[in-house]
C-alpha cells in the first residue's frame, strides 16, 4: 500500500502544480496542503464550496487548519477518484480565467 499511495500523491502533487497550486507535501498523512491559486480570489471554504456544488469534488477547507488560504486534499481515494478530483479542480479554475 506505501507504493500505492506514493504513486498517488506524487500524481496528485504533480497535477496540482501545473494547475498552479502551492503546496506542502506530506510527511507521514494522506493529504496535501495545497494554496489556492490566487486567481481565485476566494477564502478556503468558499473555494471548497463551489468546488462540491459545481464539480462534485469533495476538499476540506484549510481554515480549521489554521490557514484559510490552503485546502486539504486526500490522496487516500482511488486514482480514478483523484483524477476526477483534478479535472474538476483545473475546471473551477479554467472558470476563473
Do not use: W
Not at 493529504?31 to 476540506?60: N, R, W
Not at 482511488?78 to 479535472?87: G, R
Amino acid at each position: 500500500m506505501r507504493v500505492i499511495y506514493e504513486k498517488r500523491c506524487t500524481y496528485l502533487a504533480a497535477e496540482l502544480q501545473k494547475l498552479g497550486f502551492e503546496m506542502v507535501k506530506p510527511g507521514g498523512a494522506f493529504y496535501i496542503f495545497a494554496k489556492i491559486p490566487e486567481i481565485c480570489h476566494q477564502t478556503s471554504v468558499e473555494f471548497a464550496d463551489e468546488l462540491a456544488a459545481k464539480y462534485h469534488v469533495g476538499v476540506m477547507p484549510g481554515k480549521p487548519f489554521g490557514d484559510d488560504r490552503y485546502i486539504r486534499i486526500s490522496y487516500a481515494s482511488s486514482m480514478d477518484n483523484i483524477k476526477a478530483a483534478v479535472s474538476g479542480m483545473a475546471e473551477l479554475l479554467q472558470s476563473k480565467k
